[in-house]
């Protein structure tokens, strides 16, 4: 039996996504081999690759923009370095919301000055910084646009005349934005783009070449766009997954109707945090994430209570983050509006055996 799952990542896909690849692991496109035993220079892979780079470009609006799609290895960690090596000369500016943002900011100070310049480190992270101004001598403004341990989302982006790069591993195509205010997101694909394995970086090509040092190969985004995500061999089944899901969500009629769906799941959870006197939200109303609801029991000596009663509901990976604690409900594309209808029941059933 199918579990309801809110893990924060790797995180539950559509079932006709696993199905489709489970059956690609046995006998892709009627080869007689599996995809992860065939050349990734074979003609049946390399229209894999173009489809995906093409569907992410295509449901972010991004297609004849100046933009190019990769598919890279690494995780978003890996990208909290490129990033940096790629675009940083003299100075960057980075927004501080949360422990992947820190992560970020670390990776980056090996590279240049970097400036803190809005922090909500001294609130836990439980909120987004605002009213803060992103300076023009810096070389990039850096943010992140959902925190998934604490439970914050940006619902605006700051104005700025200089680069903007974005780390959106945990809401990427999960909500309209002018995606052409960004000149570099990247995402870890383990959350709203397929399995562990691969991250998606999309770059406005005339932001790269601008800085004097000299980037190892394997680091420079010109080398992998140049060889279309083929410079190495890529991660060929990860990368046939996020094709699917991809597929999958432009086939339900992209970006704009899974929005409806994701909003109208976080409506209904967060209603029941805010009714229910046994719960309490972590999150600032206001800033709170549509993709992960972080929240705690008011009494936590009713802990064990609990999690027996979601446990026995079929429900998996509820557990909050060691740095929050409490529970976290991870909402991502994948997951249906049904799972999250079975949380708030026992949620109800809860606070009425109490």
């Not at 690759?49 to 690494?74: H, P, S, T, V």
């Not at 943010?143 to 700051?158: A, D, L």
């Not at 094709?243 to 970006?255: A, K, S, T």
Request: proline share 3%; with cysteine.
């Amino acid at each position: 039996m199918k579990k309801h799952n809110f893990s924060a990542g790797p995180c539950v896909l559509p079932q006709e996504v696993f199905q489709k690849a489970s059956e690609a692991l046995i006998n892709f496109n009627n080869m007689g081999l599996s995809i992860i035993e065939i050349s990734h220079r074979d003609k049946n892979f390399i229209a894999v690759m173009d489809k995906a780079q093409a569907l992410a470009l295509e449901l972010l609006g991004l297609n004849d923009k100046g933009y190019k799609a990769l598919f890279l290895q690494g995780g978003a960690s890996m990208q909290f370095l490129m990033a940096a090596y790629n675009l940083l000369e003299n100075k960057a500016v980075y927004a501080d919301t949360g422990s992947w943002s820190s992560k970020a900011i670390k990776e980056a100070k090996l590279f240049g000055e970097i400036e803190v310049i809005a922090s909500s480190k001294d609130k836990n992270y439980n909120y987004i910084p605002k009213g803060y101004a992103v300076p023009s001598d810096a070389d990039y403004f850096h943010c992140t646009s959902n925190n998934t341990i604490f439970g914050t989302q940006y619902k605006e982006f700051p104005e700025t005349n200089i680069p903007l790069v974005c780390d959106m591993s945990s809401d990427i195509f999960s909500r309209q934005l002018d995606f052409s205010k960004f000149d570099l997101i990247y995402a870890g694909a383990q959350k709203n783009i397929g399995p562990a394995g691969t991250s998606l970086v999309v770059v406005k090509e005339d932001v790269l070449e601008k800085v004097s040092r000299t980037i190892p190969s394997m680091l420079d985004y010109k080398v992998h766009l140049d060889k279309d995500s083929m410079f190495n061999t890529p991660p060929v089944f990860a990368v046939y997954v996020s094709m699917l899901n991809l597929d999958w969500l432009q086939n339900l009629g992209g970006i704009q109707e899974i929005e409806k769906l994701n909003n109208q799941k976080a409506d209904l959870l967060y209603t029941e945090i805010d009714r229910n006197p046994l719960f309490t939200g972590f999150a600032t109303k206001e800033d709170r994430s549509v993709m992960n609801a972080t929240f705690n029991l008011v009494d936590e000596s009713h802990k064990e209570v609990f999690d027996k009663m979601w446990k026995e509901a079929n429900i998996n990976g509820l557990n909050g983050h060691r740095s929050v604690g409490g529970y976290r409900a991870s909402m991502y594309n994948g997951l249906t509006l049904e799972s999250v209808e079975v949380l708030v029941e026992t949620m109800k059933k809860f606070e009425n055996t109490i």
